[in-house]
């Protein structure tokens, strides 16, 4: 007897007791259902966690900062070693430093990571804003390479800026996407919001307005009652050259500020900072140096060997791709209980297919006496069996593919309309690779296959004289 | 005429917990190739038996059971198959046809067994049927046949692969006389114009002794 002769035998058989045989299947399909969308969701979110690090650049980028903060050594309670810390003057990050970085081999931006506060005039709205100076060379790297109108300023003087899409709705303007299906509510339309094309803003001036203390020239003029204002505004327009795409769950976002604006503009606008704070407190700050600077490298290979450059220098790295290691062990920790749960399911459907296997066979002896009797084998019988065995474990797999695929696109659905925020685009909270698909299939034929051990090898050892005396 | 079967002190003893039943005791006879033998003896007499261990069902306790050439006791379990295969085709009181295959299919059967090709086996089959007398009765099913149709399907099943000897299980137990004597027309011609051998068991003695060559005729599990 041929593979296929047995192939058939064992689908022919299942055929005849459809109603029991689908029952059979229909376990393994909530088995490998359950399996499934609960493995999707742990995939899902680490796909989501890698694609974001990816996708804002945190395996390629890092911050220098002054001095290297040894967390481990202040939780550990070593007293010496913070007052080491303390005593240790920071390392400034200065000009010099930066040059430095910026000649590394490796690395293709670097900059620094400032921001200063100000006011935002625009569609007959005010908002109090962060703006970030962030040079032109930017804009091959997201989030500028990939804006949802306009571009970055062509060089770091210009006088145009690039707005994020979450001031203008802060300003009462929703700029509309095609992703986007939003509709004004009710309290949009009190505050006046309004639904624009990208077009509409670009090219059209914004008012920045900055303060700076006003050292006054007779301080004793304020004791007296002068009337003195402590701070000096100073009002600038721009043009908006460009709009940024809406964040979403999964946009680190580095700076949260509103405005990108080109530094050596930015560096004419009078302003208010804690570092002039500081000046006033008489601490004196070097010129040219700075809290943080931003790093990008090419690609993720060098970011070690970089940042290993940079801490020579004596100040301080922080990247968070060095979390990721921690972040991907956790969510190993997640699959595998989600998978657990998941294979309990299973396992139950596996006792169903040995309940249905020796109640069909107790069912089919007297047809086993006769196989035998007319010359069958016991491998041969055993592997009739097998076939049945495996065709429950295929067709419940696949079936319970569909199931988990159809039950998790129902809860992603509820997941975005009903839990997450409506103001950003829908997020895919479950992911099905092709590991996933065929380990499900895999696993589940060889669960079933197990499943069919016992009762195949029991049909096989039938007695074919009692069989065949059999009612 | 050369010797087909030759079988030796053969005993078959059951057990029922502590309690031996010996079903076949120290039986020792001989088949030629090409003669119709009859085995005859009450119920529980251990003919059965004795043609279940000839047929590779069963196994036997002490003695040996020579069948062309090859002692059956020493077969593991594979080649036991295949003496069922191709070595001898049975034919049971109860007929035995699997209920939901059709006529052809319940011949198929054991040629699917043999590994015979698929048209080939198909066409074989249908042969069969014709040479039982059943040409027209491909597509029916044995709940759709009569006692007498039933049974010539089972020994066209039983004819499938060539055997070199039919074992009949009293044949005709099921049947009304008439239906009966045409079965045994069948055996007769089977074994008058192919030559084949034949091995029956019966209690009917009259019938016995009306087609066979010789008989044998047992009682609690010895010949007398």
Known sequence: ?471 | MSTILSIHNLSKIYHKGKVEIPAVKEVSFEVTQGSYLSIVGKSGSGKSTLLNLVGGLDRPTSGTIQFNGKELGKLNRYHLALHRRFGVGMIFQSFNLLPRRTALDNIILPLTFAGVPSRKRKQRATKLLEQVGLGGRTTHFPSELSGGEAQRVAIARALANEPKMILADEPTGNLDSSTANEIIQLLVSLNKDKGLTILMVTHDRETADAVSDSIITLKDGSII
């Not at chain 1, 690090?53 to 939780?75: I, Y």
């Not at chain 1, 040059?99 to 625009?122: H, N, W, Y």
């Not at chain 1, 624009?196 to 009652?225: F, H, Q, W, Y």
């Not at chain 1, 295929?394 to 129902?410: D, K």
């Open chain 1, 1 to 471: 007897m041929n593979l296929q002769d047995m192939t058939i035998m064992g689908f022919s058989n299942l055929w005849h007791t459809r109603l029991r045989s689908t029952l059979t299947i229909l376990g393994v399909v909530i088995g490998i259902g359950a399996l499934t969308s609960m493995v999707s969701f742990g995939t899902g979110m680490q796909k989501n966690l890698t694609d974001a690090f990816t996708k804002n650049d945190l395996f390629t980028s890092m911050n220098v900062t002054p001095k290297d903060l040894n967390v481990d050594e202040m939780m550990s309670g070593d007293l010496s070693g913070i007052g080491k810390m303390l005593d240790e003057k920071p390392k400034p990050l200065t000009d010099s430093i930066l040059e430095a970085i910026r000649e590394m081999e490796g690395v293709q931006l670097a900059f620094p990571d400032e921001s200063f506060a100000g006011k935002l005039q625009f569609n007959d709205n005010e908002v109090s804003k962060n703006m970030q100076p962030i040079p032109a060379a930017a804009s091959a790297f997201y989030p500028y390479n990939d804006l949802l109108a306009g571009e970055l300023y062509p060089h770091d003087s210009s006088q145009s800026v690039v707005i994020k899409w979450e001031t203008l709705r802060d300003l009462g303007l929703i700029v509309e996407y095609p992703d986007l299906d939003y509709t004004l509510s009710r309290k949009d339309s009190l505050k006046g919001t309004r639904i624009v094309s990208p077009d509409s803003v670009i090219g059209r001036k914004i008012t920045l307005i900055t303060a700076e203390l006003n050292i006054p020239s007779n301080p004793l003029g304020i004791l007296m009652g002068d009337d003195f204002d402590p701070f000096e505004e100073t009002s600038r327009e721009y043009t908006i050259c460009g709009i940024t795409r809406p964040r979403d769950e999964f946009t680190f976002d580095r700076s949260r500020s509103a405005l990108v604006i080109p530094p050596v503009t930015a560096r004419k606008i009078p302003r208010l900072s804690f570092s002039s704070v500081w000046d006033i407190l008489g601490e004196g700050k070097e010129e040219g140096t700075y809290s943080s600077i931003y790093v990008r490298v090419a690609e993720m290979e060098v970011l070690t060997p970089v940042r290993e450059k940079i801490e020579a220098m004596g100040v301080g790295v922080f990247a968070l791709a060095d979390e990721l290691d921690e972040i991907k062990r956790a969510f190993l920790i997640m699959d595998s209980l989600l998978g657990a749960i998941g294979t309990i399911a299973l396992i139950i459907a596996a006792l169903g297919i040995i309940n249905t296997m020796l109640m069909s066979i107790l069912e089919r002896t007297r047809e086993i006496g006769v196989m035998k009797a007319v010359g069958g084998s016991e491998n041969e019988i055993k592997f009739i069996f097998f076939v049945e065995a495996a065709c429950i474990g295929l067709v419940g797999a696949v079936f319970g593919l569909l199931l988990g695929w159809v039950v998790t696109r129902i809860a992603n659905q509820v997941m975005n309309t009903m839990v997450l925020p409506d103001n950003q685009g829908p997020v895919d909270l479950f992911y099905f690779p092709l590991w996933l698909i065929l380990g499900a299939i895999g696993f589940s034929v060889v669960v079933s296959l197990a499943a069919g051990l016992y009762p195949a090898i029991r049909a096989a050892r039938i007695d074919p004289v009692r069989a065949l005396r059999h009612d």
